[in-house]
């Protein structure tokens, strides 16, 4: 241990593996360019053949998120088809589960999916899918590192800042689901 605040890298920041082929790659909402262009590249080089992005109407871009992010993807050379459409989510939570409505509704089979988000983020990305969508889903998170990441959020206060606001927020949103959890393990042993 470097740190004695070692532990919070570690809940905040989702450890990055190998990257495998997917059935689509999610981005959940947000106006910042980076994780959809991460996607996009992840898209060209044959990973998944689709792209997800979600998000609903934001005043920061006066249009819905997903428009943002779509626009990006086909600025990147992202065929229109394979750029799925979620237009309404205004949370997380909503990003994932109408995410997981539209794939349902498009009869898209999902066995691996991608989630691509910023890298303080991540852990609740992968943590909201992880309770929406069907248990049997792998997912791997790639992560936007370029602001706040696990090698630099200690070294000002707007990093302190956003990754004990991420680790409060992780607390506060599963802290009921684990009962929930534990009981689904014990069934499926």
Request: hydrophobic share 40%; net charge neutral; with cysteine.
């Amino acid at each position: 241990m470097r740190y004695p605040f070692d532990c919070l890298t570690d809940l905040v920041f989702v450890q990055e593996e190998e990257i495998l082929p997917a059935d689509v790659i999610l981005v959940p909402g947000g106006t910042h360019n980076m994780p959809m262009k991460i996607a996009s590249e992840l898209y060209n080089s044959g990973i998944a053949p689709y792209i997800l992005p979600s998000g609903g109407f934001s005043t920061k871009v006066n249009r819905t998120e997903w428009e943002h992010l779509r626009d990006i993807a086909l600025s990147q050379g992202v065929p229109e088809r394979n750029i799925l459409k979620e237009d309404k989510a205004l949370n997380t939570f909503d990003n994932a589960r109408n995410s997981w409505s539209v794939l349902v509704e498009r009869k898209i089979g999902v066995e691996r999916a991608i989630i691509v988000c910023k890298s303080f983020f991540s852990r609740r990305a992968l943590m909201t899918y992880q309770t929406v969508f069907p248990s049997n889903i792998k997912f791997q998170v790639i992560q936007d590192d370029m602001r706040v990441n696990r090698h630099n959020w200690f070294l000002d206060e707007t990093g302190i800042k956003l990754v004990l606001t991420e680790a409060e927020k992780i607390t506060k949103y599963f802290g009921h689901h684990i009962p929930i959890w534990v009981k689904q393990k014990e069934l499926s042993s």
